[in-house]
């Protein structure tokens, strides 16, 4: 079972946060959770490139904080912030409520696996070699201590048939729910079709209480067993 379930979902209110953080009654909830998804494929359209990794949407009475965790802030940004005032008022009218709009910056993409499948997916379909791209990724985030699983699905290399391929270096321990596990999911729009792509990042072990907050900056600490 541990297998066909979301490496995220599985943790959620033990050491990871959710990306949507309000309360609703059964009438209203509906309504809020379809201008949650409007709000999210909105942002991805409007967002050049492949640069971001998640979108935190926070709901007080009168305002919705939108926080957005990218690895370029200066390209969503703009000069003297010229775009990111277009996305709010894009965003406020579409909407027609108050929205508080906040860029995060991801320090390092190699931590993110929503990144990092991005990364790979942009260069499939720059027409790199499938294999010679899972490799050179899983050798560069090893050597950093970071436990990580590539799977790329579809038909590699423009075969007949498609079929799925992994890659892994250090452990993945999924089913352990301390375990610090980021997951991504990415796709390659290439000429002989879609390739799927899943990556699996093992960061550390949690022990204790953590803050679930996703706006909160992730610090690698070092493994200690729990006190007894």
Do not use: C
């Not at 942002?43 to 998640?54: D, F, L």
């Not at 996305?87 to 909407?95: H, P, T």
């Not at 201590?145 to 038909?155: E, P, S, Y």
Request: glycine share 8%; aromatic share 8%.
């Amino acid at each position: 079972m541990g297998q066909k379930v979301n490496t995220i979902a599985f943790r959620l209110g033990t050491i990871r946060g959710w990306e949507s953080n309000w309360y609703a009654n059964k009438k209203d909830f509906a309504k809020k959770f379809h201008e949650d998804i409007i709000i999210r494929s909105f942002i991805n359209k409007q967002a050049p490139q492949r640069i971001i990794s998640k979108i935190v949407i926070e709901r007080t009475l009168q305002v919705i904080t939108i926080t957005i965790h990218t690895a370029r802030p200066g390209i969503l940004i703009g000069p003297n912030g010229s775009k990111v005032q277009e996305l709010k008022q894009a965003i406020k009218k579409k909407l027609g409520k108050e929205v508080r709009l906040n860029i995060y910056e991801v320090k390092n993409e190699d931590m993110d696996a929503i990144l990092v499948a991005k990364n790979i997916a942009a260069q499939l379909e720059a027409r790199a070699s499938y294999k010679r791209v899972a490799m050179r990724t899983v050798e560069n985030i090893a050597r950093q201590g970071i436990g990580i699983q590539v799977r790329l699905a579809g038909r590699l290399g423009g075969a007949e048939i498609a079929r799925k391929e992994e890659y892994k270096k250090r452990r993945i321990p999924r089913h352990t729910l301390r375990a610090d596990i980021d997951f991504g999911m990415a796709e390659a729009v290439t000429t002989y079709g879609k390739i799927g792509i899943k990556v699996w990042l093992y960061k550390t072990d949690v022990y204790g209480k953590r803050d679930l907050s996703l706006n909160v900056p992730f610090t690698k600490h070092a493994k200690r067993k729990p006190k007894r």
